[in-house]
């Protein structure tokens, strides 16, 4: 809604986080496992986040063409999840695995209970849930946004979701790996099984035993994104570029978008997309088209997006890693004052 010359928004939303580094022996074990191979996994992260936040909105045109937007977020934590291994040696024998590690855990939810088997380490088969009766953890961001229409070109830059959480440790669950222990329940190289990994569960090769848990904070995942259009045609056809820098806990990543907008009429627009990615995805490339109908009362779009890693010389695919498919509908409640 508009408050004077400026526009106000209000925004509740449900988020999810999941990020993971895992190394290459990883893969190499779960596909080519066999008996006298030792596989170093340390360095093996993974964390997963759930939210809830409220966030208000405030952005107004400063001087013509230029237009800055602030939005401040209350963020309630539904559950944290974070797993860390500094070293992770598993020798396969053919009568036993001997595993050497060096790792913590740490779950944070309210209402969550990891109980311990007779080892004295945590027992995931026997986790119990009960209705959360406060938060996990509490925490704050900023976006921060600005465009500048010059005439021939606009230009946009923002920062977003700049924050941290903050997990309250009587709703934190802490266990740490550490030392040897030989697990004994998989036959490698008998012939009893085709798969050494078949049937095996990840409690039977990490063992958790509880520890004292504290306050724990975490940053949030932060994006930098850099935009640029430039019309063309008299405003029918357009060109632009946008950049996308996410600064996640574990890692970052990158993504840039080139588009094109054909817009016949005012109640009709549509859209080409090509986007690549940074060095953690070489070679990923997606294309996308969408349809856009919006006369006054009403916006309906329709999308595609799919993602092509390897083509023949004369760029047919050969396989195809994602596709997707989406349509919305939107209804204004009020015309733009300006």
């Known amino acids: 809604t508009y408050v004077g010359r400026g526009f106000v928004t209000l925004d509740v939303d449900v988020k999810t986080d999941v990020q993971a580094n895992l190394p290459y022996e990883l893969f190499d074990l779960l596909k080519n496992s066999k008996a006298g191979q030792t596989y170093s996994l340390a360095g093996t992260k993974l964390n997963a986040t759930a939210t809830a936040e409220a966030a208000l909105g405030y952005s107004r045109e400063l001087f013509k063409g230029f237009t800055l937007g602030l939005r401040g977020k209350f963020i309630a934590g539904l559950g944290y999840a974070q797993m860390n291994f500094d070293q992770f040696d598993l020798a396969m024998n053919e009568d036993a695995w001997v595993i050497n590690s060096r790792g913590v855990a740490n779950v944070a939810m309210n209402g969550l209970h990891i109980p311990t088997g007779d080892n004295g380490a945590w027992d995931f088969e026997g986790i119990e849930f009960a209705m959360p009766e406060q938060m996990s953890g509490s925490g704050m961001a900023i976006d921060l946004g600005a465009t500048y229409d010059l005439g021939f070109a606009r230009l946009s830059a923002s920062v977003l979701n700049l924050g941290f959480m903050k997990w309250s440790a009587e709703n934190i669950q802490s266990g740490v790996a550490s030392g040897s222990y030989t697990y004994t329940g998989a036959e490698i190289g008998s012939g009893a099984t085709t798969n050494p990994m078949e049937g095996v569960e990840f409690a039977d090769f990490v063992q958790f035993k509880p520890t004292a848990s504290e306050d724990l904070s975490t940053k949030l995942t932060s994006n ?101 498919l989406y349509f919305g509908v939107s209804v204004p409640l009020a015309r733009s004052k300006y």
């Open 224 to 324: 930098v994104v850099l935009g640029a259009e430039v019309p063309l045609i008299s405003n029918i056809f357009s060109v632009g570029v946008v950049y996308n820098l996410a600064m996640r806990e574990l890692y970052n990543t990158s993504e840039l978008t080139l588009a094109a907008t054909l817009t016949p009429t005012r109640w009709l627009s549509a859209s080409a997309t090509y986007s690549s990615f940074g060095a953690e995805m070489r070679g990923a490339e997606t294309f996308g088209l969408a349809l856009n109908f919006h006369p006054s009362w009403i916006n309906i779009f329709v999308g595609t997006d799919y993602m092509i890693k390897e083509v023949t010389p004369q760029f047919v695919p050969v396989s195809q890693n994602k596709l997707n």
